[in-house]
């Protein structure tokens, strides 16, 4: 029976898989059937996830096992219940409070956590001494850093206008931040066509057995 | 009351998050933790609600006969049984309220939402994330003409980091000798990525970082005002 079911895995695994590659002839109910179902299973997933892996032993397990301890998890478990107040239209103004505690603690957590590791850290590690460490493509990687950095800060810089030197400066921060945007998305396709790589050896892998797994 | 009390909450929470980076001792120390673990309780009903909400609007198109509703029951359904044979039989670490159902796991070889998860979950979303390999191929087509200095950079860079890193880009340029052995293509790509893309990530990261922390400012202080709905 289980070797029955793990078939059964593979063709529904290949069914979908070619039912979401459809898409690639023109959009067909096929196709939004597997994307209804990919919609509805992964917000499922989520569902099943957040009650699991973060209200189970971030409020409930604390309040059944030591609720004298923990009594003041209400709070949040109170707040919770608030925001989802905001499903009915009369009293979704309810739901404000928890999210003026959520976007309140947000922002000062992000207040802080972007000026350390994107402002001070990232600054820090520009601050160096690009002659130093290497040899003469070193020297020149470190020079391209800090001038790339500098130029691609000033390139963000929309309270002048960008005209003479300036302009000059930015227009440099400009060519750094394609060569930027140029690797990343190299990288972004090959990730993509890894992917379809493996769909490509679970068709004929797993389902077909042409090749090896 | 409806706006001024949850704006208070909003800049209390936030001064005393902020304060205690600076003074991490008694209250604010405390007062954050504890801050902080409700944050992460009321953004998990926060998730729930965003589930729900896609249930009701769902529900919404289906009742109302809108375009395409009866592709939306099968998200309706879907969602049911994922949600349900999760809290039935639990996940793989985790027993459900009726256990761990042993019966279906000794038929079908692991728990149902584990098995539903491996089978049709990883399989739809792996398809969906590589079909995008087609449509970046075309938008490449697109992107990579190169008519000015920036659309060129963009394309050599893209191109020299695809070839360095495959063993395509290794062969080519595997026979140079000892002193261009700067020019083989996995050092190219290697010396893209470690300068001039670092140099570029940087400055986007350190622009963001300004806009994010002026705009948690702005929240703090109360002049943005928009997540309470209205005007």
């Known amino acids: 029976m289980e070797h029955f079911f793990s078939v059964l895995g593979i063709w529904l695994g290949v069914l979908f898989t070619f039912a979401i590659f459809s898409f690639l002839y ?188 | 009351m409806k706006r001024k009390i949850p704006l208070l909450i909003t800049f209390l929470v936030g001064v005393i998050i902020i304060i205690s980076e600076f003074i991490p001792h008694k209250p604010f120390g405390q007062i954050s933790g504890e801050l902080e673990k409700w944050y992460l309780i009321i953004a998990g009903f926060a998730i729930i609600l965003g589930q729900l909400s896609l249930f009701k609007v769902n529900l919404f198109k289906i009742r109302h006969r809108q375009k395409n509703w009866q592709f939306f029951i099968l998200t309706l359904l879907s969602f049911i049984l994922m949600v349900s044979i999760g809290i039935f039989w639990g996940t793989e670490n985790h027993p459900g309220i009726f256990g761990n159902g042993e019966t279906i796991s000794n038929t079908i070889g692991t728990k149902p939402f584990d098995y539903l998860f491996d089978n049709v979950y990883q399989n739809l979303q792996a398809t969906m994330f590589s079909l995008l390999a087609f449509f970046i191929a075309s938008a490449a087509y697109r992107a990579f003409i190169a008519r000015t200095l920036e659309s060129s950079l963009l394309l050599v860079a893209a191109i020299l980091v695809m070839l360095g890193n495959t063993s395509l880009g290794s062969a080519l340029t595997g026979w140079l000798p000892e002193s261009l052995k700067f020019l083989h293509l996995p050092r190219i790509s290697e010396f893209i990525m470690k300068y001039p893309t670092t140099a570029g990530q940087r400055a986007i990261m350190i622009g963001a970082a300004f806009g994010i922390i002026g705009s948690s400012l702005r929240i703090i202080l109360g002049i943005e005002r928009s997540y309470l709905g209205g005007k």
């Open chain 1, 26 to 213: 023109k959009d067909n109910p096929v196709y939004k059937v597997a994307e209804q179902i990919f919609v509805g299973l992964s917000a499922g997933y989520w569902f099943v996830y957040t009650i699991y892996f973060i209200l189970i032993p971030n409020l409930f397990d604390p309040l059944i096992n030591d609720f004298a301890g923990n009594w003041i998890k209400l709070i949040p478990a109170v707040l919770g219940i608030m925001m989802l107040m905001r499903l009915m239209p009369k009293t979704g103004w309810v739901s404000r409070f928890p999210i003026a505690l959520v976007i309140g603690t947000t922002s000062g957590v992000f207040f802080l956590r972007y000026l350390k590791s994107d402002v001070i850290n990232q600054l820090t590690a520009t601050m160096m001494n690009p002659f130093t460490g290497g040899d003469w493509v070193v020297i020149i990687g470190q020079i391209m850093l800090i001038v790339g950095t500098l130029t691609g800060v000033i390139y963000f810089y929309f309270s002048k206008k960008h005209e003479g030197a300036f302009g000059a400066t930015a227009k440099v921060g400009i060519y750094f931040l394609m060569i930027s945007f140029g690797a990343a998305f190299g990288y972004t396709a090959m990730a993509r066509i890894s992917l379809l790589i493996g769909r490509l050896q679970f068709l004929l892998g797993d389902w077909l057995g042409i090749i090896s797994p």
